[in-house]
């Protein structure tokens, strides 16, 4: 009917056909003017894709169907923002799809005979005319330019309008100086977070996914984006896959996916390899190689028995060997020094680090001449200078103390510390101590090299250490520039394989370990040191650890419980996208970040630089 046009009065079809009686159409001319009088396409509709549909029986709150012309479905794809004009009651509302679109036939239902019958046979003249059905999650309602939680739906047949890819990033909050891809279903939009943002640099993220699922080209990605950007990185490489990550990439299949994203191959400026003392790395052609050593007096004696595994009765016989050590080194001038080192020492927390100038040779002789002292047999000179020809002085000390003579745990604590000092990676003098003020120097990036130590225990050693120097380096930093007025430094950690180091099996071994680490997790945050976990087996996580998150890029995980799990620890990621993580392609990933108004599908960028493991 032609809008303004009277309606027929008296048509019929034939005899059998009465006409419709007039208090109908007069019925229907007193709803329509109430309405406002027939409706007219005004040009503020003529961008519009689709209208809302009324609610049905399966209806959720906060979620609602849209329905498009055919036409109009390739404009709503999956992750679409829509604007939503609820003209009757004046209000406008935002959403975004979270699923379809979805193809329905006019009229029919998809599994009409007919339908089902003409599409098999292949006679597409016979198939009905269709239209496009999405499924839309209101995010908020507009109210002078602020986005505010919605009191209320929209109405049904409200227009629907599809943003633009510059409203989108407006209101996605995904603008900033580093760049991770683009989002799916936006070509043009590029999902990026500013580095000097405290919700998202020195918060931590967590890069989970399985092998093959794209890990490597995110960190190796982000890496080369945060250097560019003036941060600091190290990064804990166990398998000395990024190792090489200082030329461009040569793989012919990455290059191709660069030249698609108009980017180009190139390596990571700034690069130093860092490995301990006696132990390759594997780029030996890198041009920038710093060997170190592990600094014993660095480590807590509580994380040292943990990540040694001492038995009970170890444990008891180290902390008492640790005592008259600590005693020995006071009394022999060795450590306190001065005021300074007095200082020191009142302000000492043994559950943080081992005692100052201590080390492992240090304690090594102390349990050896305790040994002998309660077994009786002879004296043997001490390796370290310092103690020898003390042995009244270890005599009394072993007096003082009510200590265990059997001989089997003794004899047992000296072979893992022996085993300890054969590694000759601690209080090495050919190779200096972690040099922290070169790590945090903005724009630096040091590969920490652990890939030749064949040794989870030294692995974890040395990130144990490495964590709590940063820690203390960037806490004198953090003051030091609040004395200037001015932001501290900002540092990134990140620990590949987090899973080695942080499993629930290692934290119940390892709980002093472990609260360090969350100590450095929980103050880190006001220091601009943030931490980041990466794993192929997020399954090993504990809750603890998960707990530390607050930014998360998912790549594709396959174990449904795994899933389960981490959709009770991360909020705010909606069912379409959790049911998106199984099946996501190699370089997909979900991006959930403090920053970002609502997590994104995300297509990550191809990296510019070398992985070994990987060409």
Same mark, same amino acid.
């Given at each position: 009917?032609?809008?303004?046009?009277?309606?027929?009065?008296?048509?019929?079809?034939?005899?059998?056909?009465?006409?419709?009686?007039?208090?109908?159409?007069?019925?229907?001319?007193?709803?329509?003017?109430?309405?406002?009088?027939?409706?007219?396409?005004?040009?503020?509709?003529?961008?519009?894709?689709?209208?809302?549909?009324?609610?049905?029986?399966?209806?959720?709150?906060?979620?609602?169907?849209?329905?498009?012309?055919?036409?109009?479905?390739?404009?709503?794809?999956?992750?679409?923002?829509?604007?939503?004009?609820?003209?009757?009651?004046?209000?406008?509302?935002?959403?975004?799809?979270?699923?379809?679109?979805?193809?329905?036939?006019?009229?029919?239902?998809?599994?009409?005979?007919?339908?089902?019958?003409?599409?098999?046979?292949?006679?597409?003249?016979?198939?009905?005319?269709?239209?496009?059905?999405?499924?839309?999650?209101?995010?908020?309602?507009?109210?002078?330019?602020?986005?505010?939680?919605?009191?209320?739906?929209?109405?049904?047949?409200?227009?629907?309008?599809?943003?633009?890819?510059?409203?989108?990033?407006?209101?996605?909050?995904?603008?900033?100086?580093?760049?991770?891809?683009?989002?799916?279903?936006?070509?043009?939009?590029?999902?990026?977070?500013?580095?000097?943002?405290?919700?998202?640099?020195?918060?931590?993220?967590?890069?989970?996914?399985?092998?093959?699922?794209?890990?490597?080209?995110?960190?190796?990605?982000?890496?080369?984006?945060?250097?560019?950007?003036?941060?600091?990185?190290?990064?804990?490489?166990?398998?000395?896959?990024?190792?090489?990550?200082?030329?461009?990439?040569?793989?012919?299949?990455?290059?191709?996916?660069?030249?698609?994203?108009?980017?180009?191959?190139?390596?990571?400026?700034?690069?130093?390899?860092?490995?301990?003392?006696?132990?390759?790395?594997?780029?030996? #052609?890198?041009? =920038?190689? $710093?060997? *170190?050593?592990?600094?014993? !007096?660095?480590?807590? @004696? +509580? /994380?040292?028995?943990?990540?040694?595994?001492?038995?009970?009765?170890?444990?008891?016989?180290?902390?008492?060997?640790?005592?008259?050590?600590?005693?020995?080194?006071?009394?022999?001038?060795?450590?306190?020094?001065?005021?300074?080192?007095?200082?020191?020492?009142?302000?000492?927390?043994?559950?943080?680090?081992?005692?100052?100038?201590?080390?492992?040779?240090?304690?090594?002789?102390?349990?050896?001449?305790?040994?002998?002292?309660?077994?009786?047999?002879?004296?043997?000179?001490?390796?370290?200078?310092?103690?020898?020809?003390?042995?009244?002085?270890?005599?009394?000390?072993?007096?003082?103390?009510?200590?265990?003579?059997?001989?089997?745990?003794?004899?047992?604590?000296?072979?893992?510390?022996? #085993?300890?000092? =054969?590694? $000759?990676? *601690?209080?090495?003098?050919? !190779?200096?101590?972690? @040099? +922290? /003020?070169?790590?945090?120097?903005?724009?630096?990036?040091?590969?920490?090299?652990?890939?030749?130590?064949?040794?989870?225990?030294?692995?974890?050693?040395?990130?144990?250490?490495?964590?709590?120097?940063?820690?203390?380096?960037?806490?004198?930093?953090?003051?030091?520039?609040?004395?200037?007025?001015?932001?501290?430094?900002?540092?990134?950690?990140?620990?590949?394989?987090?899973?080695?180091?942080?499993?629930?099996?290692?934290?119940?071994?390892?709980?002093?370990?472990?609260?360090?680490?969350?100590?450095?997790?929980?103050?880190?945050?006001?220091?601009?040191?943030?931490?980041?976990?990466?794993?192929?087996?997020?399954?090993?996580?504990?809750?603890?650890?998960?707990?530390?998150?607050?930014?998360?890029?998912?790549?594709?995980?396959?174990?449904?419980?795994?899933?389960?799990?981490?959709?009770?620890?991360?909020?705010?990621?909606?069912?379409?996208?959790?049911?998106?993580?199984?099946?996501?392609?190699?370089?997909?990933?979900?991006?959930?970040?403090?920053?970002?108004?609502?997590?994104?599908?995300?297509?990550?960028?191809?990296?510019?630089?070398?992985?070994?493991?990987?060409?």
């Amino acid at each position: 009917m032609t809008p303004g046009a009277d309606p027929p009065r008296d048509r019929t079809w034939d005899d059998s056909i009465h006409a419709i009686p007039d208090d109908v159409y007069r019925s229907l001319d007193e709803q329509i003017a109430q309405a406002g009088g027939l409706w007219q396409e005004g040009p503020e509709d003529q961008d519009c894709a689709g209208r809302t549909m009324f609610d049905t029986p399966n209806s959720e709150d906060g979620t609602l169907t849209v329905l498009l012309p055919a036409a109009q479905m390739e404009r709503l794809q999956s992750q679409s923002l829509v604007r939503i004009e609820s003209r009757r009651d004046g209000r406008t509302y935002l959403g975004v799809v979270v699923k379809g679109p979805f193809a329905d036939p006019d009229g029919l239902r998809a599994d009409a005979p007919i339908v089902v019958t003409t599409s098999v046979r292949g006679g597409s003249m016979f198939l009905p005319r269709y239209h496009g059905r999405v499924q839309v999650e209101v995010m908020g309602e507009r109210r002078d330019g602020l986005l505010v939680p919605p009191s209320r739906r929209p109405l049904p047949n409200s227009p629907v309008f599809p943003l633009g890819d510059e409203e989108t990033a407006a209101v996605l909050r995904v603008a900033g100086n580093v760049r991770l891809g683009v989002a799916e279903s936006h070509e043009q939009l590029e999902v990026r977070f500013p580095t000097t943002s405290k919700l998202v640099l020195p918060r931590h993220t967590g890069i989970l996914g399985t092998t093959g699922g794209g890990k490597s080209t995110t960190v190796s990605g982000l890496i080369a984006q945060l250097q560019a950007a003036g941060v600091a990185v190290v990064l804990l490489d166990t398998e000395g896959e990024y190792t090489a990550i200082d030329q461009p990439t040569s793989d012919p299949r990455m290059l191709q996916a660069l030249r698609r994203r108009g980017l180009a191959a190139a390596g990571v400026e700034n690069t130093t390899i860092y490995h301990l003392i006696g132990r390759d790395t594997r780029n030996p #052609r890198h041009t =920038r190689r $710093r060997p *170190f050593s592990l600094t014993f !007096a660095n480590l807590s @004696p +509580y /994380a040292v028995m943990e990540i040694l595994e001492l038995s009970d009765a170890q444990e008891e016989r180290y902390l008492k060997s640790y005592d008259i050590c600590c005693q020995l080194l006071r009394e022999l001038g060795i450590f306190p020094r001065n005021d300074e080192d007095y200082q020191q020492l009142l302000e000492l927390d043994d559950q943080e680090s081992g005692y100052p100038s201590m080390t492992l040779t240090h304690m090594l002789d102390a349990v050896r001449a305790i040994a002998n002292l309660l077994a009786g047999t002879p004296w043997q000179e001490p390796d370290t200078p310092e103690f020898r020809g003390k042995e009244e002085h270890f005599a009394r000390l072993v007096k003082q103390h009510n200590l265990s003579k059997h001989a089997a745990s003794w004899n047992a604590l000296r072979g893992k510390l022996r #085993r300890m000092q =054969r590694l $000759r990676v *601690f209080d090495n003098p050919q !190779a200096a101590s972690i @040099p +922290y /003020a070169a790590l945090a120097t903005p724009g630096s990036v040091a590969i920490v090299d652990l890939s030749d130590t064949d040794s989870p225990q030294i692995n974890n050693l040395a990130i144990a250490e490495l964590l709590r120097g940063m820690h203390e380096y960037q806490d004198a930093a953090a003051r030091a520039a609040e004395q200037r007025d001015a932001p501290p430094p900002a540092v990134v950690i990140v620990i590949e394989e987090a899973h080695e180091f942080l499993s629930a099996e290692r934290i119940k071994q390892m709980p002093v370990l472990f609260q360090q680490v969350a100590r450095i997790a929980r103050r880190g945050r006001k220091r601009w040191l943030g931490l980041v976990f990466v794993t192929q087996l997020p399954q090993h996580l504990p809750d603890e650890v998960l707990g530390l998150i607050n930014n998360w890029v998912l790549h594709k995980i396959s174990d449904a419980s795994t899933i389960n799990r981490l959709q009770r620890a991360i909020g705010g990621i909606d069912q379409a996208l959790w049911g998106r993580i199984p099946s996501l392609a190699p370089g997909q990933a979900v991006v959930s970040f403090q920053g970002h108004a609502r997590p994104l599908l995300v297509t990550i960028d191809p990296t510019p630089c070398r992985l070994l493991m990987v060409e």
